[in-house]
């Protein structure tokens, strides 16, 4: 399969906006991505941000954020939206949208808009509605409602990257281990599969929902 490589300009740094619900979607959606990208594009930024991380929650996007991104972290900006709650205060999650806009990313890391859980649909509602020319790719969360689908977009990961992704989740989250599913072999068996649905060398890979792309340009 021809792979498509996103432009590297060493004049200007690629610009990704990270977003995520909660304290450990980002990660788990698009770690691998991340840490792939950090690779591959040396002077790429990473503006990360979550929109419910409150306490010890707070603390532990702060250490993840750093793990995964390093020194080439903007932010991370933590709002403290009710873990649930946010469609019903939707106008203050749009506020926070439009503030973002001064990112100007060169590509949107977001929650998938069939996603099942409601922060996530507001926030993948919002991506769409807030940046309408930009490069948008909707991550995956495996959850109890079952609601994955059929992703379209993928991004082969080295094992090691894996190993690294799943090994940052459960040092940062420390809280979360106490839910049955927070487990290497949830995050693994996820990669897994989505490496067989794209050939990848490795067997891993992570996969996203891609809705509109444009090829070239005329300049
Ligand atoms: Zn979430």
Redesign the pocket.
């Known amino acids: 399969m021809l792979s498509l490589r996103l432009p590297l300009d060493e004049a200007s740094p690629l610009k990704i906006l990270c977003l ?3 304290s450990d ?1 980002i990660e788990i959606g698009c770690g691998g991505t991340i840490l792939h990208l950090a690779r591959q594009y040396p002077n790429a930024v990473f503006h990360w941000v979550v929109f419910s991380a409150v306490g010890v929650r707070a603390a532990e996007a702060k250490h993840s954020a750093a793990l995964f991104a390093g020194t080439a972290l903007r932010g991370p900006l933590l709002k403290a939206f009710q873990d649930g709650f946010m469609p019903f205060v939707g106008g203050e999650v749009k506020a926070t949208f439009e503030k973002l806009k001064a990112t100007s990313p060169d590509l949107i890391l977001t929650h998938n808009l069939h996603d099942a ?1 409601q ?2 649909r507001l926030l993948a509602e919002l991506t769409w509605n807030t940046f309408r020319d930009h490069l948008i790719l909707e991550y995956e ?1 495996p959850k109890y409602d079952g609601d994955l689908g059929q992703p379209n977009l993928f991004v082969p990961l080295e094992s090691e990257v894996c190993d690294k992704k799943v090994r940052y989740i459960l040092e940062a989250f420390e809280s979360q281990k106490n839910k049955l599913w927070f487990r290497q072999d949830t995050f693994f068996s996820l990669m897994r599969l989505r490496g067989m649905e794209c050939n990848a060398p490795s067997g891993y890979a992570e996969a996203f929902h891609i809705r509109k792309v444009a090829i070239g340009s005329i300049r």
């Open positions: 995520g619900a909660h979607d859980h922060d996530h969360i």
